[in-house]
Each structure stands twice: as C-alpha cells, then as structure tokens.
C-alpha cells in the first residue's frame, strides 16, 4: 500500500491570485450561490445562505465525497450523530480544556484578533498597543431545558468527529465489522472563531465530511500514508488542477496534543495557500480518553489472535463549504467564444449545480410541449433548469456562467424530426439527436467522468 502525496515544495508555488476572490464572490452573488444571511436586516457578520444554486452545488460535493468514502467502499459505514450531547462527552475529548485559540485586543480601535495570525500590530488601525494574548474558548454553549442552570449547560459540537468515536462500540456490534474499518458522516458543526472571513473559508456555522477509520496498532502510519494520498486524489479527480493543490505535512510543534502526524490537503485561495481538509493520525488517544471517562471498554477482540486491543483511529476531515468554494475558484474561466467574451464554470459534471438545461429556441406556444415534455423526460435521470426568457446565444451564456455541462435545445425543426441539439460547455460543440437517444447519450458522457 503507498502513497501517491508528495510533500508541499513551496519554493514552487504560483502566485496567488487576488483579482480572482473578486470574480467569484460577484458572481455567487449576483447568481444565486451564496448570499449573506438575514441580508434585510443587515446581515450577520461571517454568516451566509446558499442560494438555490449554492445548495444544489453543497449536494453535489456532499454525494461525491459520500460516493468515495462510503459508496465506492465496503470498509466504511455511515451514521448521522446528534448536534447536542452529553457535556461529558466534551470534557472526555479535552474539547473544554484546550480547544482555545489566543486572543488579543486592540486597546486603541477595541478590534479582537487572534494572536497567532496578526503578529504585534492591530490590522485595522496598525496599532501596537495589545493586549497580552489569553486563551479563548471555540466552544458554542447553550441550555437544554427550560432552566438556565449548571445542570443543563450543552454545547454545539465544533466538530463531527466525537460521535463517531462515542459510537464505536455500537457501529462494531451492529455491523460486525472489524478493523481495519470506518466511520463517516457528514453534518455542522460551530465554532465560535475570533476572526472569521474570507468569504465562506471562515465561518461560525459550517459543514463537515469527516471519517474515522479504525486500524491495529501497528498499522497506523500505514493507513495515515493511505489516506493522505486518496484524499488528495479526490480532489484532483473533480477537477482541481495540480498547481491549486498541495500536501503539506505539519511540523512536530504544529501537531495537535492527539496526534501522531498530521497533513493538510491545501488549496491555492486568492491570499494563499489554506487548508481544505487535514489528515490525523489520532493513535488510540480519543478511544482511551472515552474509555476512561465513561468506564465502558471501548476495544476491539480479535478472535484470531485472542487478543483484546484499543485500535487507532486515522481521520480525513473536510470542510463540504471551504471546498465548494475551492471548486469555484478552480473553475472559474473567462475566455471567447465567436468572437465574444464569456464566463466559465469549468465544474466537473457531476458537481455542477445542474447538470443539463432545457432551452427551447422561442416562448411560442408551438415548442413549449416538447420541450416540456424533453425536460421531464431528462428531470428523473438529471438535476435539470429549463430557461426560456431571452435569446439563445444569452441563455448558452448564463449555463456557462454557472457551469451546466449540457443543453439541450428545442428548435422549430424538433417538430418534425422529433431530434434536438445537445451543446457541450467547454468546447461549446453541438451534435443532433433524437430525442429518444439523449438520456442515454448524456448518461454515456456521464458515466466517462465518474
């Protein structure tokens, strides 16, 4: 078992590019992909809704992780823990000890930062007068039950991680698994950060594609190597080009109380470079510490061998948001097409917002039956838009925009060959069909990407 990740060589890397952050943010906008919450009352500071194609974009990237990591396997189980638990959970995790960040406050404009990412100057007023740097805890707490009293303080879970963990047992009895094998689920999780920003990189409130995958012993840094190369695949299987993507391993001073080695999987965002998921070896640390909090043995016999072990635990954790995002930005293009110019979505097909557009040539009441009748032909194969409002040459444009990989369009010729035009994206070729053959020729094209 190897690895195909290459250690980060950072006296390699492109330029960031600054005017891009721009170009994508304008556009999610402007397109329905992402828009401030409560924007009517002024909106919420780092706090965004996904817009209808936004949400259909967090589904897409959703699947095709859950495809790889659950689908394409028969090691991996899933489950769906809860957002609250028991407090204790949190205490065994060291979650309320020591999952903290410093904090720092400007005393001349108030501004909080945190101090490891701003060095000793403020960077809204460039002030040197701070604050000596204190621990401040991530954790959201809140209440469960009518009384706001000790006994009823819970927290929102900052990660996905710890339910896995407190499940074990339950995952090993149920499905008679045994290792080496894995947990995955995807969910929100909060954070309470200093400084959130850039856009949806940094946010309170964000979705998590994590797995913890149960391995012996002496077979952790084996299964570390492992994954670290097959997450990195999956990014460059749906389209991140090489030059966006690094693997950067973590310094022995950078490494977590837990871990025995760590990587991130980094992508090249518009300031640099930023972490799009990390990979930990987590040895047997939470297994033990929940073990002992709890007094529940949580071990694994090997009938083999006879012999009763605590497996280590490798975790691949995404954020399903930050990558969505490193999506858009990787495929992101502008460039001509009859002599005019265009903007590109270059997303992969199978995590595009729609995957097909259904565009009737003209409103005229002659076409609209056909062509609804193509659009619900193609709607129980595909997620499919049917746009009809202006001219064909500036509906090809808006599916650009957005990254549809296919139209389909229903000429006035449709009505007497019962065929239509297919139109591809990227090279903006066109080939006629029946209508009968373009399910199967759109699943064919499909299935090449997969």
Request: charge should be negative; aromatic fraction near 10%.
């Amino acid at each position: 078992m190897t690895s195909d990740a290459e250690p980060a060589d950072r006296a390699s890397d492109p330029s960031p590019n600054p005017a891009l952050f721009d170009a994508v943010v304008n556009l999610c906008k402007r397109r329905g992909f992402v828009f401030p919450s409560a924007e009517i009352y002024g909106g919420i500071r780092s706090t965004y809704d996904w817009g209808p194609l936004g949400a259909l974009l967090l589904r897409n990237v959703r699947e095709a992780w859950w495809r790889a990591m659950i689908q394409e396997r028969d090691d991996v189980v899933p489950i769906d823990a809860a957002v609250l638990t028991n407090p204790r959970v949190w205490e065994a995790s060291g979650h309320l000890a020591t999952f903290t960040d410093p904090l720092v406050d400007c005393r001349n404009c108030k501004e909080r930062w945190r101090a490891d990412q701003i060095g000793e100057t403020c960077p809204k007023c460039g002030s040197r007068d701070l604050t000596e740097a204190r621990p401040f805890n991530l954790m959201f707490k809140t209440f469960v039950g009518p009384l706001e009293e000790d006994a009823s303080v819970a927290y929102l879970r900052p990660e996905t991680a710890q339910g896995m963990f407190v499940n074990f047992l339950n995952v090993l009895q149920t499905t008679r698994k045994r290792p080496p094998f894995g947990i995955a689920q995807t969910g929100r999780s909060f954070r309470n950060e200093i400084t959130p920003g850039n856009f949806v990189f940094r946010t309170r409130e964000f979705e998590q594609m994590e797995m913890e995958f149960f391995v012996p012993p002496d077979e952790g840094q084996k299964w570390f190597e492992y994954w670290c190369g097959e997450r990195l695949s999956w990014y460059r299987r749906y389209g991140i080009p090489d030059s966006m993507l690094r693997l950067r391993q973590h310094d022995p001073e950078e490494l977590s109380h837990y871990s025995a080695g760590t990587a991130d999987v980094e992508f090249l965002f518009p300031w640099g470079w930023g972490e799009l998921e990390g990979v930990a070896n987590r040895t047997d640390y939470d297994l033990r510490a929940h073990s002992e909090h709890s007094g529940v043995r949580l071990e694994y016999f090997d009938q083999a061998s006879g012999e009763h072990y605590m497996p280590h635990a490798i975790e691949p954790a995404a954020g399903l948001t930050r990558t969505a995002m490193a999506f858009l930005l990787a495929a992101y293009d502008e460039d001509e097409v009859a002599g005019e110019k265009r903007t590109v979505l270059r997303l992969h097909p199978l995590i595009a917002p729609y995957q097909v557009a259904v565009l009737p040539l003209s409103r005229k009441e002659t076409l609209t039956p056909l062509a609804r009748e193509v659009l619900h032909m193609l709607q129980r194969h595909f997620i499919c838009d049917y746009d009809e409002t202006q001219a064909i040459g500036r509906r090809y444009r808006r599916q650009d925009e957005v990254g549809t990989p296919y139209c389909v369009t229903i000429d006035f010729d449709s009505l007497e060959d019962h065929a239509v035009t297919v139109r591809e994206r990227d090279s903006t070729e066109q080939v006629r069909l029946p209508v009968t053959e373009v399910a199967a020729h759109l699943h064919q094209r499909f299935d090449t990407v997969r």
